[in-house]
Structure formats: structure tokens, C-alpha cells
């Protein structure tokens, strides 16, 4: 009998979540697992993790996130969608009963894409979308593609996106067996794998034999050296979700009350032009601000609540200097500009940071595995990328921080620079690839959400 073209991915994928490939070497070059704290009650949440670490560095606070991250995309297979809601969510009981929501045990996400919910429920998404209040638009919206953007970026139309993040990778290939290949709910599109971790970098782009790995730091987390995990830097708590901060109007019901919003894409990183072509002052002016003076080979470099940039200090820069920095010129739109008291009661000063980033490295080129393969571009012989993901508490959100990033600034202001210039932040070195937006439900609903109504 021959096999469809769908059997033949479908055996495929499961063939691809089981290989766990180079990164197989990620806790043999890691050394001790991180220690964590004793979970606490399991959040409503599904983005947020319990007991993450945090430790001195330079004497800034960092978070130290889950060492093991895999992101799989894919389309339902399933036509029933009620008994298909019965059947994921089971089986993501399963998982909630073997592992804590921690970095020792699972982190289990889903989000799903806006082609899930026109395709599927389009008459309970009408009654149910979130609206962002801001900008009078639905909290959920088709990604988009920035003025750095190369013009070839894809726009994905994933139905959905599972996020998976622990300190050990068998809990992942467990989790990703028992969503994927237990269950035939999901014809899996792609699979997205990474690490983070001080000196993993170094390490696994030395094996890996990646152009200019033997330029990045000994224990840098990230392949561009400096750490970006401060907990100042990171939004706390559920700052994000759709209701916190007002950004969100949640509807009739608040069907999607403690859910957030996250955007997924995948960067090349050119490390020979950013160790080769930036010397350190350069590399450091580039990715905080410029006049920045941070010592030379320092890699954890403090970003306070106090001193968060706004739109007239990142105009002032550029007037100056010709440039903006990428930390600063984000900060004017993912910092607090001024106190809110969020829809929980918690204070939040100005200066606070919204986004929640769970990014992370990656070798893969541009993913571990795809079921389009041409459109992806997949090549052979792995590169240094990132997976970037990141909960905000809506589409737009997302947008503003981005769009400061290329000098556009939240009050409207757009500085004179040229796409990808070497004046723009990261941006000369990075390319982004791919792009979507996905809306995470709350936990009580990460089962095909609105399939009920």
C-alpha cells in the first residue's frame, strides 16, 4: 500500500521528535543542572514557570531559565473538535500530574494562531476575540513584517504552536510524544530547537563548527555575549496578561482572562560582523545605548527600573550620537512610562518591563525539521540563530517594542535611519526569517479554546 504524502510527514515528524541531533550534547557541555526552588501552587497561567532561579552576576539579579527549549508548530488534523478537546486535554493532565510547571519538571504552553480561529470556532472567536483597547484593533493579528525585515520574511499561518522548556530533555521528548505522536490530533508543521545557558554558546557552536564560535565569550547565554535575562529587563509576575495592565478589553464573558499573547520568529546571527566588525565599546553601545561605558568583556551589564529609557532620551541619542542602541530603544515602549496599578492590585512603577522573552539559541537552520522544507529554506549544516519568543499582552504590544527597534518610537517620532544600517542596533547583523503572532489562552482553556461554544 503507498503511503500519503500527510502518513509519510506524519512518520517523518515523529522521527524528528524523537532525534534529539546535536543537542543531544547540551547537558553533556553544560555541567550541573541548575538548582531550583520548591514549586509552589501550579499558575493559571500557562506561560508563566514556578520556581525559576535567580543569581547574582556583576552584581545584577538574572534569571536563569530552563536549559532545553523546543517549539512545535502545527495544523489539527482532527475534524471532531469537541472529542478532540476531550482526548489534548487528558493527555495534558497526564503530563500535569508526572511534572511540576518549573524548570526541573515542564513547562507546557500552547498558543494558537489566528488561522485556528477563523478556520475552526469563527463564530464563538466574533463574540469572544480580545480587543486592544489601544489601538482599537483585535488583541490577535496576523504578524507582520518590520522596515529591518528582509522582504523575503515569512508570515507563518500555524494553527498552532506548543512550547516546551525544561532543565532535562527527557521531559520534553516525553511531552513531545505524548502530544504528537500518542495522540493524532496534530499534522506537525515544524520543529524549533535551542538552549540557554552560560557557556553553552561557546561550546556547542565550537562542536557544531559555526563561523565565528570561537569569537564568542567563554560563558556567554547568548551567541551576541550579553546577558539578557536581567530580572529588571523581564516583565514580572502576570504583567502580561491580556487584563493586567487595561490593554485588553476581554469581551462578554472574559473567556481569555489570564491569557497573554506571544509572538514566535526565528534570526540568523552573523557572529564573524559582530566580533569581527564591532570592537567591544561598539558591541556594547549597540546593544544597550550609545556613550554606554560598560567595561571591556563585561557581559551583564545592569538595566534598572530607574533608569529605563523613554522616546525623547532615545531621540536625544540619536541627535547626538547617529545611532540608537537596542535596549534603549525598545525600553521607550516595553518599560512602564509611568506608575500603573494593574487589574491584579500589584503596583507597578515606572520603568517596569512588560514583555516576558523566553528566546533561546539555536543551531537549527532554520528549524530542526519541516514539513515544507522548500518554503522554509531548510539547509543542511547547522547555523547560530535564535528562536525568538516573547508574551505581551497583545499583537500591537509586540508591534510598538519591535518598531522601536528600527528608530520608529511609540510618540510617533521615526528617526532617519536606513533598514539594517550599522546604526541601527542589532539589526546589521540579524535576519529574521520567519514571523507569527499566537494568543495563549488560560490554562482552563489550553485545550482547543472556544471549541465548547
Do not use: C
Amino acid at each position: 500500500m503507498r503511503l500519503t504524502r500527510r502518513q509519510m510527514l506524519a512518520g517523518a515528524a515523529a522521527g524528528a521528535l524523537a532525534a534529539g541531533g546535536i543537542y543531544e550534547l547540551v547537558d553533556q557541555l553544560g555541567g550541573e543542572t541548575p538548582k531550583r526552588a520548591v514549586p509552589l501552587d501550579r499558575p493559571d497561567e500557562q506561560h508563566l514557570l514556578d520556581s525559576v532561579s535567580v543569581v547574582l552576576d556583576n552584581k545584577v539579579e538574572v534569571v536563569v531559565p530552563p536549559r532545553h527549549h523546543q517549539l512545535v508548530t502545527a495544523d489539527i488534523r482532527a475534524t471532531d473538535l469537541r472529542a478532540a478537546q476531550s482526548e489534548l486535554s487528558d493527555a495534558l493532565d497526564e503530563l500535569d500530574r508526572r511534572y511540576d510547571q518549573t524548570p526541573a519538571g515542564l513547562g507546557v504552553t500552547l498558543a494558537y494562531g489566528l488561522p485556528y480561529f477563523e478556520r475552526h470556532v469563527p463564530e464563538a472567536w466574533r463574540v469572544h476575540a480580545p480587543q486592544d483597547v489601544r489601538a482599537h484593533k483585535p488583541a490577535l493579528l496576523p504578524a507582520r513584517r518590520f522596515p529591518s525585515d528582509p522582504h523575503d520574511t515569512l508570515l507563518e499561518h500555524n494553527e498552532v504552536a506548543v512550547l516546551l522548556r525544561s532543565d532535562t530533555q527527557k521531559h520534553i521528548a516525553d511531552a513531545a510524544q505524548s502530544l504528537f505522536t500518542k495522540l493524532s490530533l496534530f499534522d506537525v508543521t515544524s520543529i524549533r530547537r535551542g538552549f540557554v545557558g552560560g557557556g553553552l554558546p561557546k561550546k556547542m557552536s565550537m562542536v557544531a563548527g559555526v563561523p565565528g564560535a570561537d569569537l564568542v565569550p567563554e560563558e556567554a547565554q547568548l551567541f551576541l555575549g550579553f546577558t539578557s535575562t536581567q530580572k529588571d529587563a523581564l516583565g514580572p509576575g502576570v504583567i502580561a496578561n491580556h487584563e493586567t495592565l487595561g490593554f485588553v478589553d476581554l469581551g462578554p464573558k472574559h473567556y481569555f482572562r489570564q491569557g497573554t499573547h506571544m509572538h514566535v520568529s526565528h534570526l540568523f546571527e552573523d557572529l564573524e560582523a559582530w566580533y569581527l566588525n564591532f570592537d567591544f565599546d561598539e558591541r556594547a553601545a549597540t546593544a544597550f545605548r550609545p556613550g554606554r561605558a560598560v567595561r571591556d568583556g563585561t557581559l551583564t551589564v545592569a538595566q534598572p527600573v530607574r533608569h529605563a529609557a523613554s522616546s525623547r532620551s532615545v531621540e536625544r541619542d540619536f541627535r547626538r550620537q547617529g545611532r540608537i542602541g537596542h535596549s534603549a530603544s525598545i525600553q521607550a515602549s516595553s518599560r512602564l512610562q509611568h506608575d500603573y496599578v494593574g487589574d491584579d492590585g500589584a503596583v507597578y512603577p515606572r520603568g517596569t518591563a512588560i514583555p516576558q522573552r523566553a528566546d533561546f539559541n539555536t543551531l537549527d537552520n532554520p528549524f530542526a525539521w519541516s514539513a515544507r522544507a522548500d518554503a522554509d529554506a531548510m539547509q543542511s549544516g547547522p547555523r547560530a540563530g535564535l528562536h525568538f519568543v516573547v508574551f505581551n499582552p497583545s499583537s500591537d504590544d509586540f508591534d510598538r517594542n519591535r518598531l522601536a527597534m528600527d528608530g520608529v518610537l511609540p510618540d510617533g517620532t521615526k528617526l532617519p535611519l536606513e533598514a539594517r544600517a550599522r546604526e541601527q542596533g542589532f539589526n546589521s547583523i540579524l535576519r529574521t526569517t520567519h514571523r507569527q503572532n499566537f494568543l495563549v489562552p488560560p490554562r482552563r482553556h489550553r485545550s482547543f479554546p472556544l471549541a465548547e461554544l
